[in-house]
Protein backbone atom coordinates (compact mmCIF):
# COMPACT_ATOMS: atom_id res chain seq x y z
CA UNK A 1 0.00 0.00 0.00
CA UNK A 2 1.29 3.55 -1.04
CA UNK A 3 2.49 5.54 1.97
CA UNK A 4 3.29 9.67 2.54
CA UNK A 5 6.71 10.03 3.04
CA UNK A 6 9.47 8.99 5.56
CA UNK A 7 6.48 8.74 8.06
CA UNK A 8 4.93 5.76 6.34
CA UNK A 9 1.35 7.16 6.81
CA UNK A 10 -0.98 5.49 4.38
CA UNK A 11 -2.03 7.46 1.23
CA UNK A 12 -4.71 9.97 1.92
CA UNK A 13 -5.26 9.50 5.63
CA UNK A 14 -5.74 12.94 7.66
CA UNK A 15 -3.49 12.80 10.85
CA UNK A 16 -1.35 14.70 12.66
CA UNK A 17 2.39 14.89 11.05
CA UNK A 18 5.40 13.46 13.66
CA UNK A 19 8.05 14.79 12.95
CA UNK A 20 10.90 12.81 11.89
CA UNK A 21 10.75 9.23 11.15
CA UNK A 22 8.01 7.69 13.59
CA UNK A 23 6.77 4.89 15.14
CA UNK A 24 4.88 3.79 11.67
CA UNK A 25 8.09 3.88 10.01
CA UNK A 26 9.74 1.39 12.74
CA UNK A 27 6.88 -0.75 12.61
CA UNK A 28 7.53 -0.79 8.13
CA UNK A 29 11.32 -2.30 9.38
CA UNK A 30 10.09 -5.26 11.67
CA UNK A 31 7.13 -6.35 9.26
CA UNK A 32 9.91 -6.42 6.75
CA UNK A 33 10.80 -9.30 8.15
CA UNK A 34 9.79 -12.44 5.51
CA UNK A 35 7.46 -15.54 5.95
CA UNK A 36 10.43 -17.56 6.74
CA UNK A 37 11.88 -15.57 9.43
CA UNK A 38 12.20 -17.94 12.93
CA UNK A 39 9.08 -17.48 15.11
CA UNK A 40 11.57 -17.09 18.17
CA UNK A 41 13.92 -14.60 16.58
CA UNK A 42 10.75 -12.35 15.58
CA UNK A 43 9.13 -12.09 18.57
CA UNK A 44 12.94 -11.02 20.02
CA UNK A 45 14.01 -8.79 17.25
CA UNK A 46 10.68 -6.96 16.99
CA UNK A 47 10.92 -5.55 20.29
CA UNK A 48 14.98 -5.03 20.08
CA UNK A 49 14.22 -2.72 17.03
CA UNK A 50 11.22 -1.09 18.15
CA UNK A 51 13.21 -0.29 21.72
CA UNK A 52 16.12 1.00 20.37
CA UNK A 53 14.13 3.29 17.88
CA UNK A 54 12.58 4.68 20.48
CA UNK A 55 15.70 5.10 23.18
CA UNK A 56 17.22 6.53 20.06
CA UNK A 57 14.38 9.03 20.05
CA UNK A 58 14.16 9.45 24.14
CA UNK A 59 17.49 10.55 23.91
CA UNK A 60 18.16 12.52 20.26
CA UNK A 61 21.19 10.40 20.04
CA UNK A 62 23.67 12.10 17.27
CA UNK A 63 25.21 10.32 14.57
CA UNK A 64 28.39 11.47 16.43
CA UNK A 65 27.05 9.47 19.90
CA UNK A 66 25.52 6.48 17.76
CA UNK A 67 29.13 5.89 15.67
CA UNK A 68 30.87 6.15 19.36
CA UNK A 69 28.58 3.25 20.13
CA UNK A 70 29.85 1.51 17.13
CA UNK A 71 33.15 1.74 17.50
CA UNK A 72 33.08 0.82 21.38
CA UNK A 73 31.38 -2.80 19.63
CA UNK A 74 33.50 -2.74 17.24
CA UNK A 75 36.65 -2.90 19.64
CA UNK A 76 34.75 -5.40 21.90
CA UNK A 77 35.04 -7.75 18.97
CA UNK A 78 38.37 -6.49 18.00
CA UNK A 79 39.65 -7.55 21.65
CA UNK A 80 37.93 -10.94 21.99
CA UNK A 81 39.50 -14.05 21.35
CA UNK A 82 39.94 -17.51 22.38
CA UNK A 83 40.80 -16.50 25.92
CA UNK A 84 38.74 -13.54 26.28
CA UNK A 85 35.33 -12.37 25.21
CA UNK A 86 34.94 -8.21 25.76
CA UNK A 87 31.54 -8.68 24.59
CA UNK A 88 30.12 -10.42 27.55
CA UNK A 89 32.03 -8.19 30.03
CA UNK A 90 30.43 -5.49 28.34
CA UNK A 91 26.88 -7.15 28.93
CA UNK A 92 28.09 -7.74 32.70
CA UNK A 93 29.48 -4.08 33.50
CA UNK A 94 25.66 -3.11 32.66
CA UNK A 95 23.65 -5.70 34.28
CA UNK A 96 22.98 -7.67 31.14
CA UNK A 97 23.62 -10.64 31.98
CA UNK A 98 22.81 -10.98 35.58
CA UNK A 99 19.51 -9.60 34.46
CA UNK A 100 19.09 -12.47 31.61
CA UNK A 101 20.67 -15.36 34.41
CA UNK A 102 18.02 -14.17 36.24
CA UNK A 103 15.10 -14.38 33.86
CA UNK A 104 16.38 -17.76 32.46
CA UNK A 105 16.31 -19.52 35.97
CA UNK A 106 13.14 -17.78 37.71
CA UNK A 107 11.46 -18.82 34.20
CA UNK A 108 13.00 -22.23 35.21
CA UNK A 109 12.18 -22.41 39.23
CA UNK A 110 9.17 -21.87 39.71
CA UNK A 111 7.94 -25.38 40.58
CA UNK A 112 11.17 -25.43 43.42
CA UNK A 113 12.57 -22.44 45.21
CA UNK A 114 15.03 -24.63 47.26
CA UNK A 115 17.43 -25.42 44.41
CA UNK A 116 21.18 -23.52 44.94
CA UNK A 117 20.65 -19.88 43.40
CA UNK A 118 22.09 -19.29 39.91
CA UNK A 119 25.16 -16.56 38.79
CA UNK A 120 26.67 -15.55 36.19
CA UNK A 121 28.87 -17.41 33.93
CA UNK A 122 31.71 -14.84 33.54
CA UNK A 123 34.13 -14.54 30.35
CA UNK A 124 36.77 -17.02 31.44
CA UNK A 125 34.91 -20.18 31.89
CA UNK A 126 36.54 -23.39 29.88
CA UNK A 127 34.66 -26.41 28.57
CA UNK A 128 38.10 -28.37 28.85
CA UNK A 129 38.53 -29.00 32.77
CA UNK A 130 40.43 -31.44 33.79
CA UNK A 131 38.94 -34.16 35.60
CA UNK A 132 40.86 -34.72 39.23
CA UNK A 133 40.44 -36.92 42.15
CA UNK A 134 37.73 -36.98 44.97
CA UNK A 135 39.70 -34.60 47.42
CA UNK A 136 42.14 -33.56 44.57
CA UNK A 137 43.93 -30.26 44.09
CA UNK A 138 43.19 -27.20 41.93
CA UNK A 139 46.00 -24.89 42.72
CA UNK A 140 49.19 -26.00 40.91
CA UNK A 141 50.99 -22.49 40.79
CA UNK A 142 50.64 -21.47 44.59
CA UNK A 143 51.33 -17.74 45.06
CA UNK A 144 53.39 -16.51 48.30
CA UNK A 145 50.28 -14.32 49.36
CA UNK A 146 47.84 -17.45 48.80
CA UNK A 147 46.24 -19.16 51.49
CA UNK A 148 44.68 -23.04 50.75
CA UNK A 149 41.19 -23.67 51.90
CA UNK A 150 39.86 -27.01 51.71
CA UNK A 151 35.90 -27.00 50.08
CA UNK A 152 33.85 -29.70 50.67
CA UNK A 153 30.40 -30.45 50.24
CA UNK A 154 27.17 -33.09 49.53
CA UNK A 155 25.17 -32.27 45.78
CA UNK A 156 21.20 -33.17 46.63
CA UNK A 157 17.96 -33.44 45.15
CA UNK A 158 15.94 -30.72 45.64
CA UNK A 159 12.76 -31.77 46.24
CA UNK A 160 13.35 -34.74 47.76
CA UNK A 161 17.19 -33.72 49.85
CA UNK A 162 18.47 -37.04 49.18
CA UNK A 163 22.05 -37.06 47.76
CA UNK A 164 23.28 -37.48 43.55
CA UNK A 165 26.00 -39.71 42.65
CA UNK A 166 28.01 -38.89 40.28
CA UNK A 167 27.36 -35.52 39.75
CA UNK A 168 29.77 -33.09 38.19
CA UNK A 169 31.34 -30.08 39.62
CA UNK A 170 33.19 -27.67 37.22
CA UNK A 171 35.20 -25.26 39.79
CA UNK A 172 37.40 -22.13 38.65
CA UNK A 173 39.05 -19.07 40.00
CA UNK A 174 41.54 -16.30 39.80
CA UNK A 175 45.09 -15.97 41.37
CA UNK A 176 45.81 -14.07 43.60
CA UNK A 177 47.13 -11.58 41.21
CA UNK A 178 43.70 -10.98 40.36
CA UNK A 179 44.28 -13.04 36.69
CA UNK A 180 42.76 -16.71 35.85
CA UNK A 181 44.98 -19.23 34.13
CA UNK A 182 44.17 -18.05 30.16
CA UNK A 183 45.01 -14.57 31.00
CA UNK A 184 48.29 -14.84 32.99
CA UNK A 185 51.87 -16.83 31.21
CA UNK A 186 53.49 -17.64 34.46
CA UNK A 187 50.17 -19.81 35.80
CA UNK A 188 50.23 -23.22 34.19
CA UNK A 189 47.34 -24.37 31.95
CA UNK A 190 44.51 -25.32 33.68
CA UNK A 191 45.71 -24.20 37.15
CA UNK A 192 42.97 -23.06 39.34
CA UNK A 193 40.34 -25.27 37.54
CA UNK A 194 38.77 -28.94 37.98
CA UNK A 195 36.00 -31.06 37.23
CA UNK A 196 35.08 -32.95 39.95
CA UNK A 197 32.47 -35.77 40.67
CA UNK A 198 30.12 -36.85 43.78
CA UNK A 199 30.89 -40.01 45.79
CA UNK A 200 28.26 -42.24 46.58
CA UNK A 201 27.24 -40.19 48.96
CA UNK A 202 26.63 -37.18 46.94
CA UNK A 203 29.78 -35.94 48.38
CA UNK A 204 32.58 -33.74 46.78
CA UNK A 205 35.99 -31.96 47.88
CA UNK A 206 38.85 -30.63 46.68
CA UNK A 207 41.64 -27.95 47.73
CA UNK A 208 41.74 -24.72 46.19
CA UNK A 209 42.92 -20.75 46.67
CA UNK A 210 40.57 -19.06 49.11
CA UNK A 211 39.61 -16.43 46.50
CA UNK A 212 40.62 -12.83 46.76
CA UNK A 213 39.17 -9.82 45.28
CA UNK A 214 40.19 -8.68 41.87
CA UNK A 215 39.31 -6.16 38.93
CA UNK A 216 37.51 -7.08 35.62
CA UNK A 217 39.98 -6.18 32.41
CA UNK A 218 40.18 -2.66 32.72
CA UNK A 219 42.40 -1.87 29.24
CA UNK A 220 38.97 -2.42 26.79
CA UNK A 221 36.14 -1.04 25.69
CA UNK A 222 33.96 -1.95 29.02
CA UNK A 223 37.03 -0.57 31.56
CA UNK A 224 36.41 2.25 29.40
CA UNK A 225 32.65 2.00 29.90
CA UNK A 226 33.67 1.92 33.70
CA UNK A 227 35.10 4.50 33.50
CA UNK A 228 33.34 6.57 31.92
CA UNK A 229 30.33 6.21 34.66
CA UNK A 230 32.94 6.90 37.54
CA UNK A 231 32.68 3.31 38.44
CA UNK A 232 35.39 0.90 39.94
CA UNK A 233 36.15 -2.67 38.49
CA UNK A 234 36.18 -5.17 41.10
CA UNK A 235 35.00 -8.23 42.21
CA UNK A 236 34.50 -9.35 45.42
CA UNK A 237 36.28 -12.85 46.18
CA UNK A 238 34.22 -15.77 44.69
CA UNK A 239 34.51 -19.18 43.18
CA UNK A 240 33.21 -20.11 40.09
CA UNK A 241 30.38 -23.52 39.66
CA UNK A 242 28.75 -26.01 37.36
CA UNK A 243 27.24 -29.05 38.76
CA UNK A 244 25.47 -30.83 36.74
CA UNK A 245 23.57 -34.62 37.11
CA UNK A 246 21.68 -36.84 34.02
CA UNK A 247 17.69 -35.84 35.54
CA UNK A 248 18.41 -32.67 36.67
CA UNK A 249 18.97 -29.24 35.74
CA UNK A 250 22.01 -27.82 35.30
CA UNK A 251 23.47 -24.46 37.97
CA UNK A 252 25.88 -22.10 37.05
CA UNK A 253 26.56 -20.29 39.98
CA UNK A 254 29.52 -18.08 42.11
CA UNK A 255 29.86 -18.66 45.90
CA UNK A 256 31.49 -15.35 47.81
CA UNK A 257 33.60 -14.96 50.52
CA UNK A 258 31.73 -13.13 53.30
CA UNK A 259 34.62 -11.56 54.57
CA UNK A 260 35.76 -10.04 51.30
CA UNK A 261 34.99 -6.31 49.62
CA UNK A 262 33.03 -5.18 47.23
CA UNK A 263 30.03 -7.46 47.97
CA UNK A 264 28.03 -4.18 48.12
CA UNK A 265 29.79 -3.06 45.06
CA UNK A 266 30.05 -6.20 42.05
CA UNK A 267 31.02 -4.70 39.43
CA UNK A 268 29.17 -6.80 37.30
CA UNK A 269 26.09 -7.16 39.52
CA UNK A 270 26.20 -10.56 40.42
CA UNK A 271 26.39 -10.87 44.42
CA UNK A 272 23.12 -12.30 45.60
CA UNK A 273 22.83 -12.64 49.29
CA UNK A 274 22.02 -17.19 49.66
CA UNK A 275 25.58 -17.56 47.74
CA UNK A 276 27.88 -15.72 50.44
CA UNK A 277 29.48 -18.22 52.32
CA UNK A 278 31.67 -18.12 55.30
CA UNK A 279 35.33 -19.74 55.54
CA UNK A 280 36.83 -21.53 58.64
CA UNK A 281 39.75 -22.03 59.65
CA UNK A 282 40.88 -25.87 59.26
CA UNK A 283 42.52 -27.75 61.43
CA UNK A 284 44.97 -30.74 61.84
CA UNK A 285 45.66 -30.52 58.08
CA UNK A 286 48.90 -29.04 56.98
CA UNK A 287 48.04 -28.76 53.53
CA UNK A 288 44.68 -25.85 53.81
CA UNK A 289 44.05 -23.19 56.32
CA UNK A 290 40.64 -22.54 55.67
CA UNK A 291 37.94 -24.47 55.39
CA UNK A 292 34.44 -24.38 53.87
CA UNK A 293 31.49 -26.66 53.40
CA UNK A 294 28.81 -25.68 50.54
CA UNK A 295 26.18 -27.89 49.89
CA UNK A 296 23.83 -28.08 46.24
CA UNK A 297 20.84 -28.67 45.52
CA UNK A 298 19.47 -29.55 42.57
CA UNK A 299 16.13 -29.68 40.54
CA UNK A 300 14.89 -32.51 38.65
CA UNK A 301 14.32 -31.70 34.82
CA UNK A 302 10.77 -32.36 35.09
CA UNK A 303 9.98 -30.32 37.56
CA UNK A 304 11.71 -27.06 35.77
CA UNK A 305 12.00 -25.61 32.20
CA UNK A 306 15.51 -24.26 31.13
CA UNK A 307 18.82 -24.74 33.01
CA UNK A 308 21.80 -22.39 33.52
CA UNK A 309 24.88 -24.45 32.38
CA UNK A 310 26.35 -22.68 28.95
CA UNK A 311 26.19 -24.40 25.31
CA UNK A 312 29.04 -21.37 24.52
CA UNK A 313 31.10 -19.99 26.45
CA UNK A 314 32.54 -16.52 27.15
CA UNK A 315 36.53 -16.35 26.60
CA UNK A 316 36.14 -20.15 26.35
CA UNK A 317 38.53 -22.97 24.64
CA UNK A 318 36.24 -25.35 23.85
Known amino acids: MATNGVNGNKAGAVQTPEVGLGKEWTEQIISAMGPKTDDRLREVLGPLIRHIHDFAREVNLT ?90 GTVTDAKTGKPIQNASIDVWQASTNGLYEQQDENQIEHNLRGKFYTNDKGEYAFYCLRPTP ?26 HYIVQHEGHKPITTQIFDAESKYLDDDSVFA ?25 VALARDDEKGLGSTPSTSSGAIA
Open 271 to 295: VKDSLVVKFEPRKGDSQAEWELQYD
Open 214 to 239: YPVPFDGPAGKLLQLMDRHPYRPAHI
Open 63 to 152: VDEWMAGVQLVNWAGQMSNERRNEGQLLCDVIGLESLVDDITVRKAAAADDSATASAILGPFFRHDHPVREFGGTTTFNTPEDGQVAYVH
